[in-house]
């Protein structure tokens, strides 16, 4: 994208959403540049990402993963943006963007993994941060990683994704602020899913946008429809671009996607107590997935015969995900005291002693 | 409470609501205020229907901003409210630590008391309900170690209720851990009425005359649990529990000692630094020449709480307090 054109996708007013495709599919806006086959796979991971979600919110129900934040309604924003990375950037995220991780290199089975309780989960080596489950703390993380990288005359871009309750969080301001100040390479990808757990957007802040934030952190600040993958993609690519050399100026971008969690904020959370049911219907009728295949469908790269390969694809990779996740071995009980430090001081070595000696002895029914 | 005072069989986190429906009823200047506190009713359901009986001035859903929940209930206190906030998780407390330690802890010394900060901060804590990452922590020890905070936690729903009410009305700020493993696991008859359980007092919730199980919260089961088990060996325990972790009851602790000689310290927190090593040193310094065999901690691990799949094999539990007694009892 040259320079002017990317100007007039970003630095435009904050309540001026960006989009590609409408409620319908219909084209209302610039199809990004990507090739037919690339289209086809973001819409296969759309699906991809639907179907894990709910796989995963059942096995919780069933008593085989522990708590877990469901994703669907977002996987449009989560998935268009991870394509506008190159392999090299890196995702700092919050707890609820598996699908911005599979997409940059986490294997599903991994998430499963960390939801399921194993450290392990985290240990995937991809170039995603793990999961930050308080609010808006990986975010400064982000900023420094790449000042990091900048200083180190590496070409990284790091992405902060995070919720609009995050928003609120010092953390939030701090990071912004370094980023305006030091010029860091960072893009920072606000979901604005509409609710907090239980508090709307609007008891959140008395801004008109969060888009608009960006301002008095000296950069630009731009609000997408996030219920639009190809409209994320363009606009997160674009920040991608500002962040990285372009112009000679790297430059911070806030990006605002409007989108929304058709569940709950997990599943230990009942939203039929805070919201209204005509709300999350009216969102429905935004959702990505059918919007995307509209689109493709219409303008011929996607068929009922690629649709149904598509289906089968996903069903196998999320089975083969979940049963790679449930056959690993449970780490043996000392595992707890790997890793703590680099080196293990004596008094924790003496604990690890004991724990081992009691477990040799005791068998786990002494756990129970 | 005996006797014919009207009471309800109640959860430990139904009698945290009824505590706080009882003091906002109470006083009009208490106000609660929290992350999905209102129209959600907690994430616990401990403030469950708070918003619609005392509405929403006095039941307040808060930005996501634990700094700033801590931070305008101190300058709510010190104009004249009794501000009771929620902090979601005890995990989620750390953006406002600042403001607990560095403020309201430390405006009546400050200030010669022309300021106050009367908080009560709710939180729920512990491990043992199969939480995520940062849903499991025992961080009790941060609070206790900050001179002009008190620490309270309660065990059962009855001292829920009424330390909760001695929280809200004390002059001082207040960390009011809840142990959430515990919030549903068992009931008890709470009275109707308000009433008042004293901070700072220890109880013990089982005599015994051979060794001394010092525990609190959540422990304090295995610790019973433990007590009975050892009973059909012939070890007959005494189970102290806390309640209040700072200011500690030294005096209850060290009768109870000096009956027995011999004592285990439970908490499921790490034990570096841990409170447990403030009570050996509390009967060390008061007890020493009633010792008859060296205090042993059953605690976490000095690791971070594991993610939930190892969390059973880092919660102390009746077995390793048996165990732990059994050694204390046959030390010669």
């Not at chain 2, 802890?105 to 729920?124: C, E």
């Amino acid at each position: 994208m040259d320079r002017s054109a990317r100007e007039s996708l970003l630095d435009r007013d904050p309540d001026d959403p960006v989009r590609v495709l409408d409620d319908d599919g219909a084209v209302v806006g610039t199809v990004p540049d990507l090739s037919d086959s690339r289209l086809v796979e973001l819409y296969r991971d759309l699906r991809l990402a639907r179907r894990f979600d709910a796989r995963a919110v059942s096995l919780q129900r069933q008593g085989r993963m522990g708590t877990y934040p469901p994703m669907a309604g977002q996987e449009g924003a989560q998935v268009g943006s991870a394509y506008a990375l190159a392999d090299r950037d890196w995702v700092f995220p919050s707890y609820r963007e598996h699908a911005v991780s599979h997409v940059h290199g986490v294997a599903l089975a991994d998430i499963l993994r960390y939801w399921m309780g194993d450290e392990r989960g985290s240990a995937h080596g991809a170039n995603v941060f793990p999961v930050a489950v308080p609010i808006a703390t990986q975010i400064p993380h982000a900023v420094g990683f790449g000042w990091a990288a900048a200083l180190a005359g590496d070409d990284v871009v790091t992405v902060a994704h995070f919720g609009d309750g995050a928003t609120s969080e010092g953390d939030f301001h701090e990071a912004l602020n370094f980023a305006g100040v030091f010029d860091t390479p960072t893009v920072f990808c606000c979901h604005n899913n509409q609710w907090a757990i239980s508090v709307p957007r609007e008891r959140q802040t008395a801004s008109a946008t969060l888009a608009g934030k960006a301002s008095a952190y000296g950069f630009t600040g731009v609000q997408v429809d996030g219920m639009d993958p190809l409209a994320v993609y363009r606009v997160v690519a674009a920040a991608v671009e500002r962040a990285r050399t372009a112009d000679g100026a790297p430059r911070p971008t806030l990006v605002e996607s409007l989108e929304y969690r058709f569940g709950a904020h997990t599943t230990a959370d009942d939203p039929t107590v805070y919201r209204d049911e005509a709300e999350v219907e009216r969102w429905r009728e935004r959702d990505p997935i059918p919007r995307l295949e509209a689109f493709l469908r219409d303008t011929g790269r996607l068929d009922d015969e690629r649709v149904a390969a598509v289906e089968t694809e996903v069903e196998a990779t999320v089975a083969d995900a979940v049963e790679a996740a449930e056959e690993t071995r449970r780490a043996p009980p000392t595992a707890m005291f790997d890793h703590v430090y680099a080196e293990a001081p004596s008094e924790l070595t003496a604990q690890r002693a004991a724990l081992a000696a009691l477990y040799e002895r005791v068998g786990e029914e002494g756990f129970e | 409470m005996s006797g014919a005072a009207p009471a309800t069989s109640l959860t430990l986190v139904q009698a945290v609501r009824d505590g706080l429906a009882g003091e906002l009823a109470r006083d009009d200047d208490v106000v609660i205020l929290g992350e999905d506190v209102a129209a959600n009713g907690g994430v616990f359901r401990a403030t469950d229907g708070l918003l619609d009986e005392f509405g929403p001035d006095r039941v307040v859903d808060t930005p996501l901003a634990e700094s700033g929940i801590v931070g305008a209930s101190v300058g709510m206190a010190a104009y004249g409210l009794r501000p009771v906030p929620e902090i979601q998780f005890s995990g989620f407390l750390y953006p406002g630590f600042d403001q607990l330690v560095s403020h309201a802890a430390r405006l009546r010394t400050r200030s010669r008391g022309a300021v106050t900060a009367p908080v009560t901060l709710r939180a729920p804590y512990g491990g043992g309900i199969r939480a995520p990452e940062h849903h499991s922590e025992s961080k009790e020890a941060f609070y206790a170690h900050e001179p002009g905070l008190t620490v309270v936690v309660p065990s059962t729903p009855r001292d829920a209720k009424g330390l909760l009410a001695s929280a809200v009305r004390s002059p001082d700020p207040v960390v009011f851990l809840e142990p959430k493993r515990i919030y549903r696991a068992f009931r008890e008859d709470v009275p109707d009425e308000a009433y008042t359980v004293p901070i700072g007092e220890a109880t013990v919730r089982r005599e015994g005359a051979d060794v001394s199980v010092i525990t609190y919260g959540a422990m304090t089961q295995p610790a019973l649990d433990a007590a009975e088990a050892l009973a059909d060996d012939g070890v007959d325990t005494e189970v102290v529990d806390l309640r209040t972790l700072a200011p500690l009851d030294r005096e209850t602790l060290v009768a109870s000692f000096e009956k027995t000689g011999r004592a285990v310290v439970v908490h499921e927190a790490p034990r570096t630094a841990g409170v447990g090593a403030e009570v050996v040193a509390a009967l060390q310094e008061a007890a020493l020449l009633y010792q008859e065999a060296p205090v042993e901690r059953v605690t976490g691990y000095d690791v971070p709480v594991p993610l939930y799949a190892l969390e059973q094999f880092y919660l102390p539990n009746a077995l390793r307090v048996r165990e732990a007694v059994e050694r204390v009892v046959s030390y010669r």
